[in-house]
């Protein structure tokens, strides 16, 4: 199995509820997709390096997974880029 590491930004000014939501969608996705997701982190409100669509700050998210293809992965990749509410995402496998 092949080791990911996921983290995304989601944008400020979702309520709290919405922005806990957004990550979870994307969670159980990639379970739903056969991922086993080991950790998954919430490292709060942070201040952006830079201006990304115009936010200047955004809630970062980190998940931990392992998947045996990189199907739940692309997936993962195509609704982030859809979604409105990422604003970024980095997807990084990580080797042994």
Do not use: W
Not at 35 to 62: F, P, S, T
Not at 81 to 87: A, G, K, P
């Amino acid at each position: 199995m092949r080791k990911y590491e996921i983290m995304f930004i989601v944008r400020p000014d979702l309520e709290e509820n919405a922005i806990k939501e957004v990550a979870t969608k994307m969670s159980e996705m990639l379970k739903e997709k056969s991922a086993n997701v080991l950790e998954m982190k919430e490292m709060g409100q942070r201040d952006l390096a830079y201006d990304i669509k115009k936010y200047h700050k955004g809630y970062y998210y980190l998940i931990v997974c392992e998947a045996e293809n990189d199907e739940a992965i692309r997936e993962f990749d195509r609704l982030s880029l859809i979604s409105e509410d990422i604003i970024r995402h980095l997807i990084v496998k990580v080797d042994k």
